[in-house]
């Protein structure tokens, strides 16, 4: 399950299971759909997740790319200890500015 919040010019994706291959289309549908409201600020939220299939970190690249040539940019937050190795390892965490608690990727926008 996935939910989205919006603060002021932010969108936040609040993922709320693991993801799985049964869900990345939905993960890649919410995201272009806030992308076509010509957003460029958005946080993505990992508090329930777990466990992450490959294919949501490239959309997650792929996206990021996006949102920057149009001057904006991502952040994500809430990452458990393998969430967070996960991203490490796969490079995400050095293009892509993490942090614990929403409340301070909105302070960092």
């Given at each position: 399950m996935i939910n989205i919040e919006k603060y002021d010019d932010v969108y936040l994706i609040s993922i709320r299971s693991d993801m799985t291959k049964e869900n990345v289309k939905q993960f890649e549908d919410v995201f272009d759909t806030i992308l076509e409201k010509n957003v460029n600020k958005?946080?993505?939220?990992?508090?329930?997740?777990?466990?992450?299939?490959?294919?949501?970190?490239?959309?997650?690249?792929?996206?990021?790319?996006?949102?920057?040539?149009?001057?904006?940019?991502?952040?994500?937050?809430?990452?458990?200890?393998?969430?967070?190795?996960?991203?490490?390892?796969?490079?995400?965490?050095?293009?892509?500015?993490?942090?614990e608690k929403k409340e301070d990727a909105l302070k960092d926008f």
């Open positions: 958005v946080i993505i939220d990992f508090e329930k997740v777990n466990f992450i299939v490959s294919q949501v970190l490239g959309i997650i690249i792929i996206k990021t790319k996006r949102l920057r040539e149009t001057g904006g940019d991502i952040r994500i937050v809430n990452t458990n200890p393998y969430i967070a190795r996960l991203l490490s390892i796969i490079g995400i965490g050095k293009i892509i500015d993490t942090f």
